[in-house]
């Protein structure tokens, strides 16, 4: 966004009623009393989306007993009328210097969150905030960055994280986060931290529905649903009382909470910010299907309410203003898998989240949306059920994900009437359907004009879910240790991510080539494991193309595949050695990793004789060219710089987070790994350069 001038600012305020403070004054001293009272801020202060010139600040004040005007009648508690909060801007954290001051009301009707637009701040330049309330009683200070200027040449660096699960885990990684930030020089500190989603778990177990706990996991008790559901022994928000609750629950972690209030944040949602098996207007659960319009606003806006962000909306930036909507059957859907009932269209349209931010000269962030206007998954189909391959768990043949994404359009319009399984047949349910869609029309339009468009030297794709093959080639299994493989070819991921929508994918993939797209790098989460690879729609044995760098985060705290397998996968099952190592005296140790990255000759070789470069010099060239490295069972974060020159993505490995760390730092490091791509002219291949810094990720590389 170019900076605009006071006055235009205030009228674009004013047009969409929106709290706005400017900037543009002569710093100086605070005119207001302040008295620090995080207890009367519960869930803290946050900023967002910070441009240039811009930030918006965040916080929320709910009623308490000792305000002027407090009342409580008959167990309702409130104010007589809505009450005034002061927002202040500084330079400096004695407040000494203050830029920007402005006063915003705060009522119920948004469950006493603020959100104020601040204007007319200089770029690339560190800014302190807070808010004050009834008798100078204040929040904590948070501070803030701006981005900066359109043209500025200096190096931009990011955090990107995503699938933090409090029901289940600590979140160490932000406390490493800052410590590391607090510890740098300023001009190496973070600029922004990315949120890819999964900011919260709408699904939740209470202790006593599992006293045995999640795995080796304690179960927190952070949240009881007053109007919720329940799926088996999981327990799911269906109001927007249920959503706000889950993030005020969220937000009461203490490192959660220092994190938000010390970086800016650029936030997309994912899954879980509305269902877990959720898309569009629906939710999934078993065999059933939910039609969840009413849910689907509410989610919107308790996300809205909760994140600062530069999101479209019917109401004001301050007031969220969601439609009616009746929770019906949706019949109807058009070529792409968009549910035509206008109940759900209106609940997808109530918050529009996908969106474009620059920093400086070398990176414009393109985040999209992968739920709200993607196709049902295939795998959600009950019929999908008659595929699965016990024997061979996670995967399926890559022809069957190619067959159920391409629906219809299959063989130049001519999909087979069954789906060839080993020595069995099974109906092909996805004939006559549409191929599966990401994006959806409008999005993925928007998308490409951003893209084309963009001038900036490094066009960051934040996509959510992951874009990089998950692959294994079961047809290299020495005969007898388990039934053949069923499929033709290589084994594959199937759906739930980018590895499942194949054609649109590609779609992405030919639009880079073929504008000839030069610092194509995307950013992802979502698989709960640390990935690096390059981007290519096909791999072999068709040709393998790349067009640009792709990079996948560790988990927050959630639970990933190795941590399940390792408590799932029996102990004489025939390929355990594929998934797991294990060695007497020692934790099981992820050898999927090397299952992904080289393949089953590797596995079975370092199974057998414990030495990695002999497991490695056994690698499959034409499994995984893509892939430079992976590590299923990664928590932690990823910090990108980008420059004139090349983009860099360090992967921040911590270990499994079951309970919170209170040392500075957040506790020990597991590993710190980078990978260089260095910038690529027009019709050159990507490529990238690895360095181990601290640790050992063993059979990740």
């Excluded at 004013?14 to 400017?22: P, Y």
């Excluded at 309330?133 to 190096?155: F, H, K, N, Q, V």
């Excluded at 269209?345 to 400086?360: C, K, M, V």
Aim: neutral net charge; contains cysteine; proline residues 8%.
């Amino acid at each position: 966004m170019a900076s605009i001038g006071r006055r235009r600012f205030l009228s674009l305020a004013a047009a969409i009623g929106a709290s706005a403070a400017w900037g543009g004054a002569k710093a100086a001293p605070s005119k207001f009393k302040w008295t620090e009272r995080r207890d009367l801020f519960p869930e803290g202060v946050a900023s967002g989306d910070p441009q240039g010139d811009s930030v918006i600040l965040w916080t929320r004040r709910p009623p308490h007993a000792g305000d002027p005007g407090f009342i409580d009648e008959a167990g309702m508690k409130g104010f007589a009328i809505p009450y005034i909060l002061v927002v202040e801007v500084a330079e400096d954290p004695g407040f000494k210097r203050v830029v920007a001051s402005t006063r915003t009301p705060t009522t119920d009707l948004s469950d006493w969150t603020i959100r104020v637009l601040v204007g007319g701040l200089k770029p690339s330049t560190e800014y302190f905030y807070r808010f004050i309330g009834p008798g100078g009683l204040g929040s904590r200070i948070g501070r803030t960055t701006t981005a900066p200027a359109l043209d500025d040449p200096r190096e931009v660096r990011f955090a990107f994280v995503s699938c933090q699960n409090a029901n289940q885990g600590a979140m160490n990684a932000y406390r490493r986060m800052i410590f590391e930030d607090e510890h740098a020089a300023p001009d190496k500190r973070l600029d922004f931290v990315c949120h890819l989603g999964d900011f919260i778990y709408e699904i939740v177990w209470y202790p006593e529905d599992r006293p045995q706990g999640m795995y080796d996991r304690r179960l927190r008790d952070i949240v009881r649903y007053e109007h919720g559901a329940k799926f088996q022994d999981l327990h799911l928000p269906t109001t927007l009382d249920d959503y706000r609750a889950i993030y005020r629950a969220y937000l009461h972690d203490p490192d959660l909470q220092d994190a938000r209030a010390r970086f800016a944040f650029v936030n997309m949602w994912d899954n879980h910010e509305f269902s877990w098996r959720g898309y569009q207007g629906i939710q999934k659960f078993g065999k059933d299907t939910v039609w969840a319009q009413s849910r689907k606003v509410a989610a919107n806006q308790a996300w809205f309410e909760f994140q600062p962000a530069r999101v479209k909306q019917a109401g004001t930036l301050q007031q969220f203003a969601g439609p009616k909507v009746a929770d019906v059957a949706v019949t109807q859907f058009d070529d792409r898998g968009l549910g035509q009932e206008p109940n759900n269209l209106a609940a997808i349209e109530s918050l529009t989240a996908y969106r474009a931010l620059r920093f400086g000269r070398h990176v414009e962030l393109i985040l999209t949306d992968q739920h709200s206007y993607r196709s049902e998954e295939p795998s959600d189909d009950p019929r999908a059920a008659a595929l699965d391959t016990p024997d061979f768990p996670v995967l399926e043949p890559e022809e069957v994900t190619e067959i159920l994404d391409a629906g219809r359009a299959y063989n130049g319009g001519k999909p087979p009437e069954t789906i060839r399984l080993g020595d069995k047949s099974v109906p092909n349910f996805r004939k006559d359907g549409p191929p599966v869609a990401m994006l959806g029309v409008k999005q993925k339009a928007w998308f490409f004009e951003t893209l084309k468009a963009s001038k900036a030297t490094w066009k960051v794709w934040g996509a959510t879910n992951g874009t990089l093959d998950m692959r294994a080639d079961f047809q290299n299994l020495p005969p007898g240790l388990t039934k053949p493989w069923p499929g033709a070819g290589y084994a594959g991921g199937g759906g739930g991510d980018w590895s499942g929508c194949i054609a649109e994918r590609a779609e992405v993939y030919d639009f880079v080539r073929d504008h000839r797209i030069t610092g194509f790098a995307t950013v992802s989460g979502d698989r709960h494991s640390f990935w690096a690879g390059l981007s290519a729609k096909a791999l072999p044995p068709k040709a393998f193309e790349p067009v640009g760098v792709a990079f996948i985060t560790g988990s927050i705290s959630a639970p990933g595949m190795a941590e399940g397998m390792s408590y799932n996968l029996k102990k004489d099952m025939p390929l355990r050695p594929l998934f797991l190592v294990d060695r007497p005296g020692e934790p099981n140790q992820p050898m999927m990793n090397m299952l992904f990255r080289h393949g089953v000759k590797s596995c079975l070789e370092y199974a057998r004789s414990g030495d990695v470069e002999k497991a490695r010099a056994l690698s499959n060239p034409e499994l995984s060219p893509h892939l430079s490295f992976v590590d299923m069972g990664g928590h932690g974060y990823a910090v990108v710089r980008a420059s004139s020159d090349a983009f860099e993505t360090e992967f921040v490995a911590i270990p499994r987070p079951l309970e919170r760390n209170p040392a500075p730092d957040g506790g020990p490091l597991a590993y710190r790994v980078v990978h260089r791509a260095p910038l690529w002219k027009a019709g050159e291949r990507p490529r990238l350069e690895q360095k181990v810094l601290e640790g050992d990720p063993k059979l990740s590389i």
